[in-house]
């Protein structure tokens, strides 16, 4: 199994200086979350390369801003303007093979949309689609504000798309949403293909890893009896932490698992 940690983790700081700070540490795998539209233009994407490399550093994955724009861009009823979603999603599929990273990380519409869930399986398999021209898999993440809470709701879009579906499971989101990760895990484990990670605990759902109750020995556990060999993301929410070192330290406790 692979660990890392997000550039999320350091916000507001501007991401080249994150991922720096990343790197810097000798931390083998990041996932780069973009923060506007200027983070996706090709110098600065080849300078977020070269830090990369230069330390040894491999992004995984990409996580965009405009997640928060999904509903209005990919699930309109406007064909026009979903059609100009997709090529929206074009820029940051060009940066992510600039990068170098597979995994693009997807929120969805929200929980409380109108759309059949028949429109959005079909957008998403559109998605995912551009993204398979790229050599990208984008991978719907569980997000408590959206309809991908439900673990009916992605075990019906498993079934509809016919497994074709690659999931990111973040335990945070699942505990605002009440969903157990052990019942995740088991229905969905198979189509896991990256993990964003935090401890939690009765009175807060993301803190540094060995400061809540998340039992890390269990959740490896269930991940390897379905043979997931992929990353685990440090991603935490920075205004929750008592200093930057509590990521490093988060990372620490999960790379001594192996």
Do not use: W
């Amino acid at each position: 199994m692979k660990y890392g940690i997000s550039t999320a983790c350091f916000y507001p700081m501007q991401t080249e200086l994150a991922l720096k700070a990343i790197a810097e540490k000798n931390i083998p795998y990041a996932e780069v979350f973009v923060d506007t539209f200027s983070e996706v233009k090709k110098d600065y994407i080849t300078e977020l390369r070269k830090t990369a490399d230069f330390y040894g550093t491999e992004i995984v994955s990409l996580h965009p801003f405009s997640c928060a724009f999904e509903p209005f861009m990919l699930f309109t009823n406007y064909e026009r303007r979903f059609n100009d979603g997709l090529e929206l999603h074009r820029h940051y599929f060009e940066a992510m093979n600039i990068l170098d990273a597979k995994i693009f990380i997807f929120h969805g519409d929200r929980i409380g949309s109108k759309n059949e869930n028949k429109m959005y399986f079909e957008r998403f398999a559109k998605l995912r689609d551009l993204g398979q021209e790229y050599g990208i898999i984008v991978a719907q993440e569980n997000v408590e504000r959206c309809k991908s809470r439900d673990v009916d709701f992605l075990s019906e879009m498993v079934n509809y798309l016919d497994g074709n579906v690659s999931l990111v499971f973040d335990n945070k989101q699942a505990v605002r949403s009440g969903v157990d990760y052990r019942e995740f895990i088991n229905r969905l484990g198979n189509h896991i293909v990256h993990i964003h990670f935090s401890d939690n605990n009765n009175k807060c759902d993301c803190l540094p890893l060995g400061s809540g109750e998340v039992d890390l020995y269990n959740f490896i556990s269930l991940l390897r009896q379905k043979m997931y060999n992929k990353c685990i993301i440090i991603e935490l929410y920075n205004n929750l932490l008592n200093n930057n070192d509590e990521i490093f330290k988060s990372y620490d406790i999960l790379n001594s698992l192996n």
